[in-house]
T-cell receptor, first 110, second 114 residues
Framework: GQNIDQPTEMTATEGAIVQINCTYQTSGFNGLFWYQQHAGEAPTFLSYNVLDGLEEKGRFSSFLSRSKGYSYLLLKELQMKDSASYLCAVRDRDAGKSTFGDGTTLTVKP | DTEVTQTPKHLVMGMTNKKSLKCEQHMGHRAMYWYKQKAKKPPELMFVYSYEKLSINESVPSRFSPECPNSSLLNLHLHALQPEDSALYLC?????????????FGQGTRLTVV
């Protein structure tokens, strides 16, 4: 089985940097995903990590440490439109499926 | 074309109705998924198809019946649903079940059972 933890809520200021953490326990790790989901909309893919290290994509970066069962999503130069839920999902190699964390609701304030 | 298209966007059905949700992708992805999402909750996996064969059924009640007519299409047939089945139903696709990012979700069908 899998156990995925992320903070329930975070608040940050426009223009700032925020880091959303995700810790997981899985029997057969096969990749970690981050998605952004605005209220009432479908999730949008942000990043995918399968090896240790940092993946950077514009204002968004994602880091993975497999030995620690830890990932974070880093959002730079926050904009109001970044207010959304951020979902961490871990794919289990043995089960061949992904499980989502409960999501972190990020509120960006002026 | 990097889209997963779902129809309809909204559906209201009675408990005795039969309806179908449709999902289509033309990215050559060989794995397709159905998820159910309730408000303020993460998506919950329902079914996984890999190369048009059902790979995973997450103990979903038989009133939900998936079908994969070909590699581009995925249907979810609904019959005798309950009000608690009201949710956002999401379709997703990926290149393979065991490799690559599970990157693409459709916009979902918001289902209301009355």
């Amino acid at each position: 089985g899998q156990n995925i933890d992320q903070p329930t809520e975070m608040t940050a200021t426009e223009g700032a940097i925020v880091q959303i953490n995700c810790t997981y326990q899985t029997s057969g790790f096969n990749g970690l995903f981050w998605y952004q989901q605005h209220a009432g909309e479908a999730p949008t893919f942000l990043s995918y990590n399968v090896l240790d290290g940092l993946e950077e994509k514009g204002r968004f970066s994602s880091f993975l440490s497999r030995s620690k069962g830890y990932s974070y999503l880093l959002l730079k130069e926050l904009q109001m439109k970044d207010s959304a839920s951020y979902l961490c999902a871990v794919r289990d190699r043995d089960a061949g499926k992904s499980t989502f964390g409960d999501g972190t609701t990020l509120t960006v304030k002026p | 074309d990097t889209e997963v298209t779902q129809t309809p966007k909204h559906l209201v059905m009675g408990m005795t109705n039969k309806k179908s949700l449709k999902c289509e992708q033309h990215m050559g992805h060989r794995a397709m998924y159905w998820y159910k999402q309730k408000a303020k909750k993460p998506p919950e996996l329902m079914f996984v198809y890999s190369y048009e064969k059902l790979s995973i059924n997450e103990s979903v009640p038989s009133r939900f019946s998936p079908e994969c007519p070909n590699s581009s299409l995925l249907n979810l047939h609904l019959h005798a649903l309950q009000p608690e089945d009201s949710a956002l139903y999401l379709c997703a696709s990926s290149q393979e079940r065991f490799g690559g990012p599970e990157a693409f979700f459709g916009q979902g069908t918001r289902l209301t059972v009355v």
